[in-house]
């Protein structure tokens, strides 16, 4: 490298010293007058909260009290009701199921063809015996069972033989608040109808015993309720499974308020003056049917006719 050379390196090297001193100086004095700050705290992670649902807007429909039921649908064993002899709503033909083909039209009739008109409550079915063991509750069950197989009818079922219910028993199903918890002023009518697994077929089963049960199917409450019941729909049957008549007051009583009786006879236990007995029992202005049962000795058959004492 010439002399030359050599002097200029030597300049070009002092400049670059005397810019990094002028660099230096000038950030000494940048930091006196802005000190540094400490580094900011991490930023906590972001939470999101789902927003509060709105307030339902309280309406008259569902301002209504709950009673706290839970009413699932009530599932009946249809193969055990073949079992026993009742009628079913399977396709498989069977004796028991033909009679009450038979046995039922004359009711349908009175419920809603040209005779209603003259029967108060025509729709509302007691079924009943002179005394217990008759087969009114296999009669009742059968009757409401072979009538929700109409194409154009429902029936609801009511245990109002609140005194020895069999309904449930019958059925195969577990007791459950029904007419007397209604009747003592705990439930609504709407907590007591449950729905079954046959198709049309609803059921009120007698509900929770009381001493005063008697008293109760004659208040003018029960009364109330089966007027509501017949008016309320016009395509609905109500079938009774009352007391025997003979003994039970509180039958006589739900004559008054029904449109048609179906009164239970077995053949060889009662007699003719008993049978008389327990029909003068019944409201005059009710229409009668009776039914033979366990004829031909013992064996179930059952032969219907109308009977209008009236």
């Known amino acids: 490298m ?3 050379e050599k002097a200029l390196e030597k300049q070009r090297q002092l400049a670059e010293k005397l810019r990094q001193k002028e660099a230096d100086a000038a950030a000494r004095a940048s930091t006196q007058m802005h000190p540094l700050e400490p580094p900011a705290p991490p930023s906590p992670p972001t939470v999101e909260v789902a927003p509060h649902p709105a307030e339902p807007i309280k309406t008259e429909a569902n301002e209504q009290p709950s009673s706290g039921l839970d009413k699932p649908v009530i599932e009946i064993d249809v193969e055990r009701l073949d079992e026993l002899g009742f009628v079913t709503p399977t396709e498989r033909f069977s004796k028991i199921k033909e009679e009450y083909r038979y046995i039922k039209r004359p009711l349908l009739n009175n419920a809603f063809g040209a005779t209603a008109s003259t029967l108060r409550n025509p729709n509302l079915i007691m079924v009943s015996s002179s005394f217990s063991g008759e087969g009114k509750t296999f009669t009742a069950v059968n009757l409401a069972i072979s009538m929700a197989l109409e194409q154009d009818r429902n029936v609801l ?3 109002a033989d609140v005194v020895h219910p069999h309904v449930c028993e019958r059925l195969g199903i577990e007791e459950r608040p029904g007419l007397l918890d209604f009747l003592r002023g705990n439930l609504e009518v709407t907590d007591i109808i449950y729905d079954t697994s046959i198709p049309k077929l ?9 001493h005063h049960a008697s008293e109760m199917l004659a208040s003018e409450k029960m009364k109330r309720l089966m007027t509501e019941l017949s008016t309320r729909y016009s395509d609905r049957v109500v079938i009774f499974d009352t007391s025997p008549l003979l003994g039970a007051s509180e039958t006589n009583v739900l004559s008054q308020n029904a449109g048609q009786a179906v009164v239970v006879v077995e053949q ?3 007699t003719h003056q008993q049978l008389e007995q327990a029909l003068r029992l019944l409201n005059p202005e009710i229409a009668t049917n009776l039914i033979l049962n366990k ?3 013992g064996r179930s058959e059952y032969y219907g006719y109308y009977y209008a004492n009236n």
């Open 2 to 4: 010439s002399t030359i």
């Open 157 to 159: 079922l009511i245990d």
């Open 202 to 210: 609803k059921l009120v089963t007698a509900g929770t015993r009381h």
């Open 268 to 270: 060889g236990r009662t």
């Open 295 to 297: 004829s031909n000795a």
